[in-house]
């Protein structure tokens, strides 16, 4: 039965669609871009407000869907990453001549289906909002269809994912073959009770290898370099934010509830997965001259760092994989957010390569000290948030005493330090007659301008004082579901 | 809080001096050297209560959650290098100030300065683990920044990357490390690590711990095999040299080892890594620098050996030892210090650092000459000098270590060899600079003194070589003993600081070092000879050479894994995939379930065999589209029939439906597409990838095999038994629509509807140009509406409008109901628009058409509703049977009602969708009034 409680609980996602709702008929209605912006804002910051809500009101169970706190951290991270992905998109897409109120429209859809997935516990609403999650995605990637990398991304994205996909929908097939059950809860103690065995097994890999493509990791991170640079900023900065930490949460959910990701079999496939992401993504890294595509194998990395979490996957497993989430999103965050304030798909492909941004420093100042901020923290510096998700991650591994992974860790942060620092270095060059890509003069008045830069301190903030988004990931995560 | 104050005195001093920039070099000078004064001045209270063996510890909580504390500490140990942090902090800024061109960027220098100062600072007094950690790394990034000073220098660049790759590299392995030890013992602070010694080094995990904590300060202090970033660090300027990669930031290493000495030394494991790194490094450092011909390059090779040198004393393990490591640490920082003043003089005045070119300047500059000339005698080890007593130190405990057999022999030959070689490259420094005949084509001549104020610095630094030279006990001890107490935690055995021990085993080493030494100097030329037949090793290509390696591999490794062709990123998919689930599937086999395989009949084969064969069709001719359309249309249809063959003439109902509208929309967009796309893949190409098809269909065939044979239980048995009780009809699909799901059934109506709204709203505007001719280039027919079509589709109308009308009726009991109903209806209609038309079609209909799918999402609302009315929850449903006059009995159920609003949505929706659709190829059309 449909029950006030669960009505209640529900109201973010409700919001959340009646904003996308509400969008589509204003564009059918009349076409103005700021009023769309405008109306998916307020409607993600109520569904924001909301979550507090539902949040205090406590633990809400449906047989679909579940109101943990995992779902609140996952819904929070998602909901805000949209938040910055928008106010990014509506600086982007100021120049953009085609239509731009239906990239709202989109992301919004997209962003309903992360938070159906973090909250999800049964496979039916794993598939759905994975699948709302990635359907929008396409047409943002190909929003920018008159630029042929655009499309290409789109397209290519969208192969890709439905052969993913494809295997997701398998691995749940075998599984529930096996268990008669689709709830996530009952389907592993049906495997635990039939024993499971090679079905399972080739469910579990199966299932793994569906969310490790969205996850991209490797070896099923081919499309990321590719699509990150050929998408429009906004669209890979949402591929590469909320896109990834609805999945990984849902991937941590089922783990951590798992029996059947128990098994010794996939802890080592875990790792040797976790470890190859770590050192392909950094080495690869190190070769581009293109800061997307550069950014792209960097978040292949780090989502190697975070699989140590799920290889280890105990209590403290949760926190770190939601503090280094925490800090990763705010990171990438912000250096996407700079690369997609310096590019407007008015002028044709968005600024990325390398050479776009030497002397950046010595044009915009601001903007160039908001992507060293970033850069920094992703190398892990000290005093930006990055250094604390490190922290936490090398400490679970050597809690745990994963040996090969904190190598990998430490090898990979070594590479990634490199070039991280090219890029750097690349920012304060003096060369004369150089004349780069510019963002708008205003740049710092637009809502763009003013999310990097909050981006940027909010890094530094939490790298100086994390305590209280430690309080609350330990909190969050206190009783383990 | 004065601790923590005066870590924070350098870093304020980092924000406000670059204000100062502005006013000139002095006053930006002045500006930075007041915090280190302040920060002196700080300290100096707290001497007494060192001197008695006091230990000043303030903590303050910062984030507890990960053990991290803002707590400082002041002993012996960390006075010691504060005051060296300081001191020649506040020297190397007044140098730096007559070092540093005007129009040079002086608000960045000593604001970078001042900020390594802090962090410097941070490292000697924190005194919790972590808190160190991120000190360490500041220095790491900071010297990074003080490196490529002059970021228009490639060399400058690259050898600053070097340097930080290096450091920050180990500086990850130190975290790791800390973090093993903070494992260990429960905590990061410094008293607990060092009370705990003991479980320390019985813990499994000390060996892990040491050698992570041990590469950290390897890697800082440039110990071999990681030295070779410290000679490239020198593309730095003079004051940085001198300061971070001689007096403070590589002697950080040193004291990480010297801190943890209690907590971690004493053990063999120690005792070989320490020492034999140590060994390495001194020989390695002392052979290179003889042969540097550019004067900071010795000096920087000198350093190495150095810092090898008290390494290596760090590693013996003894108590003794370790004091001279200490006392070593501060006669090195003063004399390296000094000479490398004294070459930043040099470089300054002359326009060069090669000593090929340098040479006689005593006639120029004789005061600097002599200044150099004393401190290169201290580094050489000359009695009267700093550096004599801290070697004979260090020859001494070479001589103690009790070493099995003939390695006994091993440290002492090894430390005279270095102290030849360090002789030699002592003599060369004062020789080949200030004498050994003219200078050579010097880029400013004729070289002369340097400015006043730029020498005290050098006098000072020189003057305290003597001082602690001649009196030891009187310019050093008790700041010695302080330090010597802190580092071994316990209590410090008796050592003398005289001149002279009298004539033992350790003067005889120097004297004979002190004689091979110079000999070699005047020998010079044949080691020269001897070493030029070696292939110069530069390590900074060697570390350029290996990083193109790696990006070379890298390269090769995109190119044949990314390339961009998405052709082949599924097919790696398709690989890992495979990869990863080998295991299971491997063991799965040819698995047939309890059920058993059911028999084959004809009907079933044929259509099988007509659906297999229309799928590889489609696959075969997908470039013609018509036709891969067509025989996918068969696929549909015969899907239909196997749900009707396996009795679900419901379903079967359904897809038939759906397929129609599915067809004609792809044939909509059929028309924007060309007609025919030529044959790209090669031969071998599609070969492989009908080879991957098969396999992965043959798995999917063992499977399916597997899970089709097993006993299934789902939900559809309690629809099937409840259907007429529970609804009131024997279609079960029906009932699951209008009754037992009606409220998702309501939800999909709306989305149905919001969707086709969707569409015509985004589509209004669209415009799309339209091919002219089709893909063989002719042009389209001008009959738009072919007259026989027209004439046939019109009576067709009523006549799909009464089975639709029928179909609807029977529908809860029978195969049917409003939804297929609705597409009949929408299939009916969408053919008089093709036949006709749009223009025509549209005059005709007597509404348009978001009426009805308004008036279908009302009247299902509604009927949700009334149940209110009733006093029952939302769409509660009820049913009675009446007697119709012609048709019988027949039943009727509230869910009709429903099931009309489910109708009249899907017929505009349907229509809406593909109207707008064909509305856009309307009007692209090339004779708009064509129809």
Redesign the interface.
């Known amino acids: 039965m449909l029950t006030s409680a669960h009505m209640m609980a529900l109201t973010p996602v409700i919001l959340v669609c009646a904003t996308a709702?509400t969008v589509?008929?204003g564009?059918?209605?009349r076409r103005q871009h700021a009023a769309t912006a405008l109306v998916s804002i307020l409607g993600l910051n109520l569904a924001l407000v909301s979550l507090y809500l539902v949040y205090s009101a406590g633990d809400v169970s449906t047989p679909l869907l579940v109101f943990d706190r995992l779902s609140m951290l996952g819904m929070v991270l998602v909901l805000a990453s949209t938040l910055a992905c928008l106010t990014m998109s509506h600086a982007y897409l100021e120049g953009y001549p085609g239509r731009k109120e239906?990239f709202y429209l989109l992301m919004l859809c997209a962003a309903a289906g992360g938070m159906v997935l973090v909250a999800s516990q049964h496979l039916a609403t794993l598939f759905f909002g994975l699948e709302l999650l990635s359907m929008p995605l396409y047409g943002m990637l190909a929003y920018t269809y008159r630029d042929k990398r655009s499309l290409e991304s789109g397209?290519?994205y969208l192969?890709?994912s439905a052969?993913?996909t494809a295997?997701l929908l398998?691995g749940m097939?075998?599984l529930y073959?096996q268990s008669?059950r689709l709830d996530i809860a009952g389907l592993l103690a049906g495997l635990e009770s039939s024993g499971g065995g090679?079905?399972a097994?080739?469910g579990a890999?199966?299932m793994?290898?569906g969310l490790g493509?969205k996850l991209s990791i490797v070896?099923?991170h081919?499309?990321t370099?590719?699509v990150y640079q050929g998408g429009p900023g906004p669209a890979a900065t949402f591929l590469a934010t909320a896109s990834k930490a609805a999945v990984f949460i849902v991937l941590l959910r089922i783990v951590m509830v798992a029996p059947a990701f128990h098994v010794e079999?996939l802890h080592t496939?875990l790792g040797g997965l976790a470890l190859l992401t770590m050192i392909?993504g950094n080495?690869?890294a190190?070769?581009q001259t293109n800061l997307k595509r550069l950014l792209g194998y960097s978040s292949i990395a780090h989502f190697g760092y975070l699989l140590v979490a799920l290889v280890v996957a105990d209590g403290l497993a949760v926190e770190t994989a939601g503090i280094y989430l925490i800090t990763y999103l705010m990171t990438t965050l912000g250096a996407f957010g700079v690369v997609t304030l310096l590019s407007s798909p008015y002028s044709g492909e968005d600024a990325s390569a390398l050479h776009h941004y030497r002397g950046l420093f010595w044009r915009r100042p601001y903007l160039a000290a908001v992507l060293t901020v970033c850069l920094?923290s992703l190398a892990?510096?000290?005093?930006t948030a990055g250094?604390?998700g490190?922290?936490?991650i090398?400490?679970l591994g050597?809690?745990a005493g994963r040996?090969w992974l904190?190598g990998g860790?430490?090898a990979g942060?070594?590479i990634g330090?490199?070039y991280y620092?090219?890029v750097m270095?690349t920012l304060?060059?003096?060369e004369p007659g150089m004349r780069g890509r510019d963002a708008p003069d205003n740049w710092g008045m637009k809502a763009g301008g003013v999310v990097v830069l909050g981006l940027a301190l909010l890094v530094i903030a939490f790298g100086v004082?994390?305590?209280p988004v430690?309080?609350w990931m330990?909190v969050l995560t206190s009783p383990v579901h | 809080m004065t601790l923590a104050l005066v870590v924070l005195l350098p870093f304020l001093g980092a924000i406000v001096a670059p204000l100062f920039a502005q006013a000139g070099r002095t006053a930006i000078a002045i500006a930075s050297s007041l915090p280190p004064i302040v920060a002196l001045a700080a300290l100096y209270p707290h001497w007494s209560t060192l001197a008695a063996g006091g230990v000043l510890v303030q903590t303050h909580e910062?984030?507890?959650?990960?053990g991290l504390s803002l707590s400082f500490r002041l002993d012996g140990l960390s006075l010691l290098f504060a005051l060296l942090i300081l001191v020649i902090g506040v020297l190397i800024i007044l140098y730096a100030r007559y070092y540093l061109k005007k129009h040079e960027n002086v608000g960045k220098f000593y604001s970078l300065l001042l900020l390594f100062m802090g962090s410097m600072l941070g490292i000697v007094l924190s005194s919790n683990l972590?808190l160190m950690?991120?000190?360490w790394?500041?220095t790491s990034?900071v010297s990074?920044l003080l490196i490529?000073f002059w970021?228009?220098k490639q060399d400058a660049?690259r050898g600053a990357?070097m340097a930080?790759?290096v450091t920050?590299?180990g500086g990850?392995?130190l975290?790791?490390g800390v973090?093993?030890l903070g494992?260990i013992v429960g905590s990061y602070e410094l008293d607990d690590v060092l009370a705990a010694a003991d479980t320390i080094k019985a813990s499994s995990l000390y060996p892990?711990a040491l050698t992570l904590v041990l590469l950290g300060a390897f890697t800082k202090s440039a110990q071999f095999p990681f030295h070779f970033w410290l000679p490239h660090a020198m593309q730095a300027p003079t004051p940085v040299s001198a300061y971070l990669h001689s007096a403070t930031m590589v002697k950080a290493g040193i004291f990480l080892m010297a801190r943890l000495y209690p907590a971690l030394a004493g053990t063999e494991l120690w005792f070989y890594m320490v020492s034999f790194t140590g060994m390495a490094t001194l020989l390695i450092g002392a052979y290179t620098a003889l042969f540097k011909h550019d004067l900071k390059g010795l000096l920087a090779h000198s350093t190495v050996s150095h810092l090898g040198l008290i390494t290596l004393l760090f590693g013996m393990g003894t108590k003794l030892a370790a004091i001279a490591a200490v006392f070593h640490v501060i006669n090195h920082a003063t004399f390296k210090a000094s000479l490398f003043m004294a070459a930043g003089i040099i470089d300054h005045e002359t326009g060069t650092r090669d000593m090929r070119r340098i040479n006689g300047l005593w006639q120029f500059m004789p005061h600097t000459a002599t200044l150099a000339m004393v401190a290169a005698a201290s580094m050489a080890g000359v009695p009267l000098l700093n550096g004599f007593l801290s070697k004979e130190m260090f020859f001494a405990e070479s001589l103690n270590l009790n070493l099995p057999g003939i390695w006994a022999y091993l440290p002492p030959v090894v430390a005279t060899l270095a102290g030849v070689f360090a002789v030699a490259y002592s003599a060369r420094f004062i020789h080949d600079v200030f004498f050994n005949g003219k200078p050579v084509d010097l880029p400013i001549y004729p070289p002369h003194e340097p400015p006043r104020y730029m020498k005290i610095p050098v006098e000072i630094l020189v003057f305290a070589c003597v001082m602690v030279g001649v009196f030891p006990t009187f310019a050093i001890g008790p700041l010695l003993y302080a330090a010597a107490e802190a580092t071994l935690a316990g209590p410090v055995p008796e050592y003398h600081l005289t001149i002279v021990h009298g004539f033992n085993l350790p003067l005889l080493m120097s004297f004979l070092a002190f004689f091979l030494g110079l000999l070699m100097y005047t020998q010079r030329q044949r080691f020269f000879d001897f070493h030029a037949r070696f292939r110069e090793i530069d390590e900074k290509a060697v570390f350029e050479a290996a990083?193109s390696r790696?990006?070379e591999?890298?390269?090769r490794?995109?190119e044949v894994?990314?390339n961009?062709s998405?052709q082949?990123?599924?097919l790696?998919?398709?690989l890992?995939?495979l990869?990863?689930?080998i295991?299971?599937?491997t063991?799965?086999g040819f698995n047939v379930g309890s059920l058993g395989i059911s028999p084959i009949d004809l009907p079933t084969t044929v259509g099988s065999l007509i659906l297999i064969g229309c799928a590889l069709g489609a696959a075969a001719m997908h470039r013609e589209r018509l036709y891969a359309l067509i025989l996918l249309s068969v696929v549909g249809l015969m899907v239909a029939l196997t749900f009707a063959r396996f009795s679900a003439p419901d379903l079967a109902m359904t897809q038939l439906s759906v397929e129609v509208v599915t067809i004609v929309l792809l044939m909509l967009a059929l028309y924007y597409l060309p007609s025919w796309t030529p044959r790209e893949a090669s031969l071998f190409r599609r070969w492989r990838d009908a080879i991957i098809a098969l396999v992965a269909g043959s798995g999917m065939f063992l499977?399916t095999l597997?899970?089709l044979t097993?006993p299934l239980?789902s939900i559809s048995r309690y629809f099937l038994e409840n259907s007429v009780e529970g609804g009131g009809g024997s279609n079960v699909v029906n009932v699951i629509l209008v009754d037992f799901r009606g409220f998702d059934t309501l939800g999909e109506i709306t989305v149905l509807a919001?969707a086709a709204?969707?569409i015509?709203?985004?589509l209004?505007e669209t415009k799309l140009t339209a091919p002219p001719t089709d893909g063989q280039g002719h042009p389209w027919s001008t009959d738009a509406h072919p007259t026989i079509l027209k004439q046939i589709s019109r009576p067709l109308l009523p006549l799909a409008l009464m089975v639709s009308a029928f179909i609807f009726l029977r529908g809860h009991n029978m195969p049917g109901g409003g939804f297929i109903a609705g597409l009949i209806t929408a299939v009916a209609i969408i053919l008089q628009y093709i036949a006709s038309g749009m223009t025509w079609s549209h005059q005709r209909m007597p509404f348009n058409l978001q009426t009805p799918v308004a008036l279908g999402l009302f009247i299902a609302t509604a009927t949700g509703l009334a149940s209110f009315a009733f006093g029952y929850p939302f769409l509660t449903s009820t049913f009675s049977h009446i007697h119709w006059p012609v048709v019988g009995d027949f039943e009727l159920a509230s869910a009709m009602a429903f099931d009309i609003g489910v109708y009249l949505t899907v017929v505009g929706a349907t229509l809406m969708i593909l109207a707008s659709l064909g509305r856009l190829t309307n009007q692209s059309e090339v004779k708009p009034g064509a129809y």
């Open positions: 709702v589509m008929l564009i059918a209605w239906e397209i290519k192969v890709l052969a993913a295997f398998f097939a075998l073959s008669g090679a079905w097994l080739a890999g199966l793994l290898v493509f070896p099923f081919l499309w370099p590719d079999w496939v392909v080495l690869l190190l070769i920094l892990g510096i000290p005093f250094f604390i490190k922290f936490y090398v400490a050597v809690e040996w904190v860790i430490i942060s070594v330090l490199y620092l090219r270095v304060y060059l003096v004082y994390p305590t430690i309080d330990s | 910062w984030l507890p959650a990960i972590l950690l991120i000190f790394e500041l990034v990074f490529s970021n228009y660049r990357r930080l790759a920050g590299g990850l392995a975290l790791a973090l093993l494992q892990v990083v790696v990006v591999w890298a390269r490794f995109i894994l990314e961009g998405l082949r990123y599924v790696l998919l398709l890992a995939t990869a990863v689930t295991v299971p599937i063991s799965l499977i597997a899970m097993r239980d919001i709204l969707g015509y709203a985004m209004r």
